[in-house]
């Protein structure tokens, strides 16, 4: 997929771009035995899912990752082409394996265990992202995940001068990583165990929840949405506003893995189009629910109007 004009907005995602590997089991998961059930391979990664969502949004997606020279590379560049994503950036290193992920899930959708290899972005260089800081300073968003490794995310952050740079911190173990550098990032989106982590201190309660939300903000965050699960999502901004919202839950969970990168790629898009807060969290909190009625991490049927849909019938 060729750029857009240089005058087009566009969206970069620096990170992991995998191949997902979900196997279900059929009943409740029983270890150390095999668990009958239902295999699926399909492309995946935080960033690379973020920027799937976003293209399906309508913005222009480019990715910055790396990708073994194997049949899970070849069909991560293939697939995330054919969704509208941008992967001439995308390093090819004919001598590694492409990252994996490899999830077990409970019959309900939700996750039971996983894996990840993501070593591979250990080899991805910090002069290949020199290389490549006019595209980071003229996007109107950069978006990342912590499974870049220090050197690398202090490298981004640097280059990305004015550029807003978006994270999500993953994982309670991947915040420990943002934790020192939080301030330096422009969005952030934990959960609360996570926003714990990056704010030091406990989160138990609404007040607790808002007060984490304003020391992250004191360090120079200038948006933070804390995810909740059924309770749909905190956010507060450097201007002063919070927002608690949230949305009728649906009838039948699919697949929980993939809600938080849709989330962030319609927070990215509210973002970019210029839209108001609470449009934007709502927008968000559709798309995480879009998300997880399917069992792809990203639902093919992702797109604005499958959002609207949401929020026609789901909108508390």
């Known amino acids: 997929m060729a750029p857009t004009a240089a005058s087009s907005p566009y969206i970069v995602g620096i990170g992991a771009a995998n191949a997902d590997v979900h196997g279900q089991s059929r009943s409740a998961v029983r270890l150390r035995d095999s668990n009958p059930g239902t295999m699926r391979v399909s492309a995946g990664g935080v960033t690379r899912n973020i920027l799937e969502n976003a293209a399906r949004l309508g913005l222009d997606a480019r990715l910055i990752s790396a ?12 697939r995330s082409a054919a969704a509208g994503v941008n992967v001439e950036n995308v390093l090819v290193l004919p001598d590694a394996a492409s990252s994996t ?22 080899r991805l260089p910090e002069d290949y992202l020199a290389a490549r ?27 990305a001068g004015e550029t807003p740079v978006f994270v999500d911190p993953v ?40 007060r984490a939300i304003a020391r992250l903000l004191g360090k120079g965050c200038r948006r933070v949405y804390v995810t909740l699960g059924p309770d749909g999502c905190c956010y507060g901004d450097a201007s002063g506003l919070f927002l608690h919202a949230k949305l009728r839950p649906i ?19 509210g973002h970019v189009r210029g839209l108001p807060p609470e449009e934007t969290l709502y927008l968000a909190l559709a798309a995480g629910s879009v998300a997880i009625q399917s069992t792809e991490t990203v639902n093919p049927n992702f797109c604005l109007s499958a959002l609207a849909d949401t929020l026609a019938h789901d909108r508390l």
């Open 67 to 78: 990708v073994g020279g194997d049949a899970f590379g070849s069909m991560i560049l293939a």
């Open 101 to 122: 992920y490899m999830t077990v899930l409970e019959p309900s959708g939700e996750m039971f265990v996983a894996v990840s290899d993501m070593s591979i972005l250990s």
């Open 133 to 159: 800081a006019g595209l980071l300073r003229g996007a109107a968003a950069i978006v990342c995940d912590p499974s870049l490794p220090e050197a690398t995310l202090d490298c981004l952050i640097a280059l």
């Open 171 to 210: 994982s309670t173990s991947y915040a420990k990583k943002l934790a020192g550098r939080v301030g330096r990032f422009h969005t952030v989106k934990p959960n609360r165990m996570e926003l714990s982590v990056l704010a030091g201190m406990e989160v138990e309660g609404d007040a607790a929840l808002k």
């Open 251 to 269: 009838a039948r969970m699919a697949n929980a893995s993939g809600a938080g990168d849709a989330f962030t790629a319609a927070a990215i898009y």
